[in-house]
């Protein structure tokens, strides 16, 4: 059971304020007879509220996959920038977050919700989730680079260290400008671009495209999203149980 007055400050209509005006001024119907009351206890699922004759659905967890585009950043709010949770125009939650952070450069595979515990698991370094990077690099890919990755590299500084856990480097092409696809288990700050700096090479391009069982739908474009399916949110629900 859930008040009137958060049900539909729950579901962005307003803030608790604007929707208890709303009500008083009879924009406001459960199951078409108008509500009288914000304090109204409702059972979420049960009833048909209308706001200015629209329906208003209940959701209490949202699951977006959204192609992050290059330019965006990995916020909920910013002064100035377009954040990613912007870019969920139909969502019916204000309370939605992205799960991790991709650089404001890189684009690719993204979990927006609101389930904190979901989320908390996902990013857990407990529980070894794996990344999938794919990446444009400057100047040749080596075995040796992929040889150090797994070993673990030092991402920190010579007085502080900060070595990473191994990682698994798939060179796709080794040219001047090289392509590869690279594994890793943790989410550091710039870990991808900090990793390919500790072997001397830039990261040009990267782009998330898994992140444990959940693949980027490559019919996204960037800035596309779509809810996850029931199928994808069974399995990376199993999966971080
Ligand atoms: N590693 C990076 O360097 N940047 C990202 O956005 C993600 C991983």
């Known amino acids: 059971m859930i008040r009137l007055d958060k049900y539909l400050a729950d579901m962005g209509i307003g803030t608790r304020q604007e929707v ?11 199951d078409g007879i108008p509500a009288k009351s914000p304090e109204t206890k409702i059972e979420e699922k049960a009833r048909k509220i209308t706001f200015d004759g629209r329906e208003v659905d209940y959701a209490d967890y ?12 990995s916020a909920t709010e910013d002064a100035r920038c377009t954040t990613v949770v912007d870019l969920i125009r ?29 989320s908390h698991r996902l ?24 040889k150090a990755f797994r070993e673990g590299v030092n991402i920190g500084t010579e007085e502080k ?44 391009y990267l782009k998330r495209e898994s992140m444990g ?15 996850l399916t029931k199928k994808e949110l069974e399995n990376v629900a199993d999966e971080n149980a």
């Open 20 to 30: 208890k005006r709303y009500i008083r001024q009879g924009r406001v119907s459960i």
């Open 62 to 73: 949202e699951y977006y996959m959204l192609n992050k585009p290059s330019g965006v950043v």
């Open 90 to 118: 139909d969502k019916k939650r204000k309370d939605l977050f992205p799960v991790g952070r991709l650089d404001k450069d890189t684009e690719g595979l993204l979990l927006i919700t609101n389930d904190g515990q979901l």
């Open 123 to 146: 990013l857990s370094p407990k529980k070894h989730v794996d990344k999938t990077y794919y990446a444009k690099v400057a100047g040749k890919v080596t075995k040796e680079d992929a």
């Open 161 to 204: 260290e900060e070595w990473t856990r191994p990682g698994v480097l798939d060179i796709l092409k080794s040219e001047e400008v090289s392509e590869i696809r690279l594994t890793i288990q943790e989410g550091k700050y710039h870990q991808v671009k900090r990793m390919f700096q500790a072997v001397g090479k830039e990261v040009l």
């Open 213 to 227: 069982c959940l693949k980027l739908d490559e019919t996204l474009k960037p800035g596309e999203y779509r809810p």
